[in-house]
């Protein structure tokens, strides 16, 4: 079974950046979709961004120009860079693969000043 693990979260001040990774074991990302998700507490889980298997990236609008989100397939792992970094910011990151409907177990990010 295909298991995801993200990493690189953490508290970081207003205007700050952090990279978030995710790995996958069992299986390849290289060739198609996945997407990073984020949950705040009491609010539902929300789409951050998306990348294709050909590598296009959508974006919600309240992280354009801010997140990039990108894919190394010799390493197998995903990625979401993200700058000026708010409190609106602060979730829980996920990982998922659109393929093979997988989750990671998330990392906390929190953003405060």
């Known amino acids: 079974q295909v298991q995801l693990v993200e990493s690189g979260g953490g508290w970081v001040q207003t205007w700050g950046s952090l990279r978030l990774s995710c790995t996958a074991s069992?299986?390849?990302?290289?060739?198609?979709?996945q997407g990073w998700y984020r949950q705040a507490p009491g609010k539902q889980r929300e789409l951050v961004a998306s990348?294709?298997?050909?590598?296009?990236?959508d974006y919600a609008d309240s992280v354009k120009g801010r997140f990039t989100i990108f894919r190394d397939n010799d390493k197998n792992t995903l990625y979401l860079q993200m700058h000026n970094l708010l409190p609106q910011d602060t979730a829980v990151y996920y990982c998922h693969s659109y393929l093979w409907g997988t989750w990671g177990q998330g990392t906390q990010v929190t953003v405060s000043s």
């Open positions: 990348i294709t298997g050909g590598g296009r990236a």
């Open positions: 069992g299986g390849f990302f290289s060739g198609h979709a």
